[in-house]
């Protein structure tokens, strides 16, 4: 017995002592129940674990009231189910297997006071008197947090790694400790071509990589390890079995002999007691890469070549302190060193020593490094010592961040450039020069012969108007002189109209002229030519009207210069006709001046406009240095026209001119106003005079229209210089209107006269002029003139301009009286 | 001040330094009926001879030794406002015309030149001037 109660004793000791370790243990939540669960006991473990205090529970709840209810809910039916008998959702289905004598750990979460929750395992052991009867329940709980978070950490593991296997982009390729394939998964069939049936237990990976690669990795292998590595798995794996990470690339072979270089990742499969049991090759394509760096490559390389051949400029790569990184064939070209010679050494080698001492390179590489690129000009010296005329641009390269990597510098040998420049331009000046001396000369020169002829002209005409008169013999004598003399003097205004012309100093005077005026005046200044010489003369009628762009005077003395050709060059009781067409296509118009001459053959027509080139003198012995011709093509063109002939041997030439065809002068609609002479004398009261001294009957038929708008103003005109200024002393116009380029004294002078007579020196002149320069009205400014208008005329500002003067007149006339 | 004509009628200075051109001109000037035609081959003299004299028009060649026309109507320029006088330039230099006007001139005739154009303008420049 007391053997009995002695191991009693004992048995009771140690559960004793487990009951106070598990109920002292804060690692597990003891929670003792009456046999209908209410708490009777809760430890340090439950408190800590489940946030009540022993006070919150016992005797006031149950386990299942700090379970999640759900659970407890599916618990009971779940239970209802697995027994056939109904159980309760509450404390039974929490404790109805160990009231049934079942083991009985679930896992179930509880509910903390603070109402989180957490996993528990949970042991449930029924508390049973002597005779077995249940007194009560102890649920041991322990805090499942830790290893539920491990288990899904596996699972997420294990999923990767399923990923990996069965991914079609990895080959998974794993072996035995001698390498035997053992798997070779999905991506390493696509990748390889072989089905993992051709090569399971068959086969090493060694079999499907380039057995050179494979060697020579053995061999590398070898000496970096320092122990011989056989050529095949071992030198695949090698590494990996040492536990060194081992990534590396190879090229592996597939099924149908085909290539493709691949990045592999070896490990080392073990067991638990670390001993290698087969190896994981990993591997990706890496074709795309590959092509990637080649063509990258390539390019680089094929770059680095264009850059290297360029041989007509030097592509030289400074690094970022200016020294020389790379050179090229042009480099070499144009500064003379090689590139051993010269890499790694500072550019200034290239500039003059007093550029260096001044820090013109170091100043060079800070401007293009500011602004990114830098260019400059300047004399840079070769290896020889020879300085040569170089173009430079500096590019400051920079890296994606911005820093500074190096300089590209592009240089040019622009010498033989500069030298062809330099003679060119020397060419241009002397012939320039050349020009200018001979304008110059021919100016002068004819101002030299002026002089004495103005003696022979002068004294010839006063030896002609002497009393007593010169005899008959004399008289014929006299006017031999005189007309020697003035053809001389015709000669030398042409030699220095085409002196003035060539010089480019000749000043026109463009404006609309009206062909119909111009005409008639021609023709009444050539009829007298005409008659002495028997030529019949024919001008077009006057109704056709035409206004060209021209200057009047030049113009004239063109088709002067052409009608006094046609008939001086004529046949004897030959006909000149002029004609006038309209091109409305070319907006042009179209003067044919009609001869019936000799006619010229194709040859002579192409020396026709050529000066000192005069034709047909030795036929008729006619007078004539052909210069008024070269003078007239000149003065054609100034007014942006053409010059030309066409001849027929036997028959005659045709000579033409063409003109821009403007539009003429818009004549605003008024009645006409009719000044009668004998109104010249003097103005009834209250009607203003105004003087008009115009050549060009446009200007004056326009201007006449405008005034005859105002019943307050009379007209009055005259045609040149001299008659407006004998006009203007005889009526006292209240304004004059002067234009500046008038035949005989110009407008300019007729206003210093009028200025200069008592009567006239208060009357306001406003100059009219088609010289439009700023300098002309300047000069007009300052020669005195009231106000300067230009042409063509702007109604507005010219009734203004009007209408100031005459009050000016007006005021001076109030003061005067 | 005197007045700018007597009865002789105006006072008019001829200024060349070539005694052929002065020839032509008197004579041409007097058969105009110009009485009181004066001339000199000294440029340097005309403006004291026109302080003197009160000449009504000058006849001024430009192209003269020691002393060009456009220096004589310069030192003219002085004693203008006080002896007004009318100035017109004979010249060679057909293309000095503008210049002679912006320097003083108040008309231009180019050499060689035919008599009635020179009579007429010198009566024009003369009635101007005249009271």
């Known amino acids: 017995m007391a053997a009995v109660e002695l191991r009693r004793k004992k048995a009771l000791l140690k559960t004793g002592a487990l009951q106070n370790a598990i109920l002292n243990s804060a690692n597990f939540s003891s929670i003792a129940t009456d046999e209908k669960g209410v708490i009777q006991l809760f430890n340090v473990g439950a408190e800590r674990m489940l946030g009540y205090a022993a006070a919150d529970v016992v005797d006031q709840i149950t386990p299942a009231d700090i379970s999640d209810p759900q659970e407890v809910i599916a618990r009971a039916a779940a239970l209802s189910v697995e027994l056939g008998t109904p159980i309760t959702p509450g404390f039974e289905a929490l404790a109805f297997k160990a009231s049934r004598g079942i083991e009985d750990i679930y896992e179930l979460t509880y509910i903390r006071k603070d109402g989180t929750r957490f996993p528990a395992i949970v042991s449930v052991t029924a508390l049973r008197d002597d005779r077995e009867a249940v007194i009560g329940y102890l649920l041991i709980g322990t805090d499942n947090t830790a290893r539920k978070e491990a288990e899904e950490a596996l699972a997420e593991a294990a999923a990767l790694q399923n990923a990996i296997f069965n991914s079609a982009n990895f080959s998974s390729i794993a072996t035995d400790a001698k390498g035997v394939i053992q798997v070779f998964n999905v991506g390493a069939e696509r990748m390889l071509g072989y089905a993992a049936t051709d090569v399971l237990n068959k086969i090493t990976p060694a079999e499907i990589s380039d057995p050179q690669e494979v060697i020579a990795r053995a061999a590398a292998l070898s000496l970096e390890l320092g122990t011989p590595i056989t050529p095949g798995f071992e030198a695949l794996a090698f590494k990996a079995s040492r536990g060194i990470e081992d990534i590396y690339e190879l090229t592996y072979i597939r099924k149908d002999g085909t290539r493709f270089p691949a990045v592999v990742s070896v490990t080392a499969l073990r067991d638990d007691r670390q001993a290698v049991i087969g190896y994981l090759l990993i591997g990706t394509d890496n074709s795309a890469r590959k092509h990637a760096e080649e063509k990258l490559r390539w390019t680089e390389g094929s770059f680095r070549l264009m850059v290297e051949s360029v041989s007509d400029y030097a592509i030289v790569m400074l690094d970022p302190e200016g020294r020389v990184a790379s050179w090229n064939t042009g480099a070499q070209r144009i500064k003379g060193y090689h590139a051993d010679e010269i890499l790694g050494r500072h550019f200034s080698t290239f500039y003059q020593p007093d550029d260096v001492a001044r820090g013109k390179p170091q100043r060079d590489l800070e401007q293009a490094a500011s602004s990114g690129r830098h260019e400059d000009e300047g004399w840079r010296i070769r290896k020889d010592g020879s300085l040569f005329w170089a173009n430079i641009v500096f590019t400051a390269i920079r890296d994606q961040s911005g820093n500074l990597r190096g300089f590209a510098k592009l240089t040019r040998d622009l010498t033989e450039r500069n030298k062809v420049e330099a003679t060119l331009k020397n060419a241009r000046a002397i012939a320039e020069k050349a020009n200018l001396a001979k304008s110059d000369f021919l100016s002068s020169m004819s101002h030299e012969l002026r002089s004495p002829l103005n003696a022979i002209l002068g004294f010839a005409q006063l030896m002609e108007s002497d009393s007593p008169a010169p005899t008959p013999a004399q008289g014929e004598s006299i006017i031999q002189i005189l007309n020697a003399g003035w053809y001389l003097l015709e000669l030398i205004n042409e030699i220095l109209d085409l002196a003035t012309i060539e010089s480019g100093k000749l000043s026109m005077s463009l404006e609309p002229v009206s062909l119909n005026e111009l005409l008639l005046e021609c023709h009444s200044m050539i009829e007298p030519l005409a008659q002495r010489r028997g030529i019949t003369m024919t001008f077009p009628r006057s109704d056709s009207v035409y206004t060209v762009h021209a200057d009047r005077t030049r113009i004239k003395q063109v088709l002067i210069n052409l009608l006094s050709n046609a008939i001086k060059y004529n046949t004897p009781k030959g006909s000149v006709a002029l004609d006038c067409s309209a091109n409305t296509a070319s907006g042009r118009v179209r003067i044919t001046v009609t001869d019936t001459g000799a006619g010229l053959p194709p040859e002579k027509l192409a020396q026709l406009f050529q000066p000192f080139n005069r034709l047909g003198q030795e036929v008729n012995g006619e007078e004539g240095t052909g210069i008024g011709l070269v003078v007239s093509k000149r003065l054609v063109e100034l007014m942006d026209g053409n010059i030309g002939v066409e001849s027929t041997i036997g028959t005659g030439s045709v000579f033409w001119v063409e003109l821009l065809s403007t539009a003429p002068l818009v004549l605003p609609a008024a009645e006409e106003k009719i000044v009668a002479a004998e109104s010249v004398a003097a103005a009834p009261d209250g009607l203003r005079t105004l003087l008009y001294v115009e050549d060009n009957p446009a200007n004056l038929q326009l201007v006449e229209r405008l005034i005859a708008r105002r019943n307050d103003v009379r007209l009055l005109s005259a045609v040149d210089g001299n008659r407006g200024v004998e006009l203007a002393r005889t009526v006292l116009p209240d304004v004059i209107l002067m234009d500046i380029n008038l035949p005989g004294i110009s407008g300019i002078e007729a206003l210093k006269i009028l200025r200069e007579g008592k009567t006239t020196a208060h009357i306001p002149i406003v100059a009219l002029s088609a010289n439009a320069m700023p300098r002309d009205i300047q000069r007009g400014m300052d020669a005195g003139f009231f106000r300067y208008l230009t042409k063509p005329i702007k109604v507005s500002e010219f009734m203004e301009t009007l209408n100031i003067a005459l009050a000016f007149a007006e005021e001076h006339h109030a003061a005067g009286n | ?131």
């Open chain 2, 1 to 131: 001040m005197l007045p700018a004509t007597d009865a002789l009628g105006p006072r008019i200075l001829i200024v060349d330094d070539q005694r052929s051109n002065i020839r032509l001109l008197e004579q041409t000037l007097r058969r105009a009926g110009y009485a009181e035609v004066m001339s000199t081959v000294e440029p340097r003299e005309v403006a004291a001879l026109h302080q003197q004299n009160h000449y009504d028009l000058i006849l001024l060649d430009l192209q003269m030794p020691e002393m060009n026309g456009f220096q004589v109507m310069e030192e003219l320029q002085e004693t203008r406002s006080a002896n007004p006088v009318s100035i017109l330039v004979l010249s060679a230099d057909s293309t000095a015309r503008e210049t002679v006007l912006e320097k003083g001139g108040d008309s231009f005739i180019g050499k060689p030149f035919r008599l009635p154009d020179v009579v007429e303008r010198v009566q024009l420049m003369l009635k101007a001037a005249a009271p």
